[in-house]
């Protein structure tokens, strides 16, 4: 009778433990990706000092663990715009395993976050590299519209010397 009692005990309890929530890696990677990016606004609002502890930090987290919270983590940090740290080519090179679907495939949230990084930063460079195609072709206009100036000037002094 003992023994039917402490099986039926035993049953309720199961029972009762299957209606908990089982925490999923996803809730996990969800909760990596709003930590990284409370991490990276908490980085771009710290003085030049900490932030360089803050980036050697990353550094050596990600030298020591290549993880994709590690990765994305110092990625986001050389990412982040009017900082000295700022290096966009580093951060997209490190992000493109994760983004081109390498990495680990379990890291749903974490690989979307990464893909999303990845493309913005894509974008940037390339707006950057537009940017610096249009100063150039401004400059040169300049030039010409100069060389042209000193034409028109050159012009009229002859005609009023006749």
């Known amino acids: 009778m003992k023994n039917l009692l402490a099986l039926g005990v035993v049953c309720v309890l199961v029972a009762a433990c299957n209606h908990l929530p089982l925490p999923l890696s996803d809730d996990f990677e969800s909760r990596d990706v709003t930590s990284l990016i409370a991490q990276a606004n908490r980085f771009a609002g710290l003085q030049a000092d900490d932030q360089k502890k803050d ?26 715009p009017g900082t000295p740290f700022t290096d966009e080519a580093r951060a997209l090179t490190l992000l493109e395993p994760l983004a081109s679907g390498g990495g680990t495939g379990k890291a749903a949230p974490l690989r979307q976050f990464a893909v999303l990084v990845h493309a ?43």
């Open 55 to 80: 980036m050697n930090a990353a550094t050596q987290s990600f030298s020591k663990d290549r993880s994709p919270v590690s990765r994305i983590r110092l990625a986001l940090l050389l990412s982040l």
């Open 120 to 162: 913005d930063l894509g974008e940037r460079i390339r707006e950057q590299r537009r940017s610096a195609l249009l100063r150039e072709q401004s400059a040169q206009m300049k030039e010409q519209l100069d060389a042209l100036r000193a034409i028109e000037r050159s012009i009229i002094e002859r005609g009023k010397q006749k």
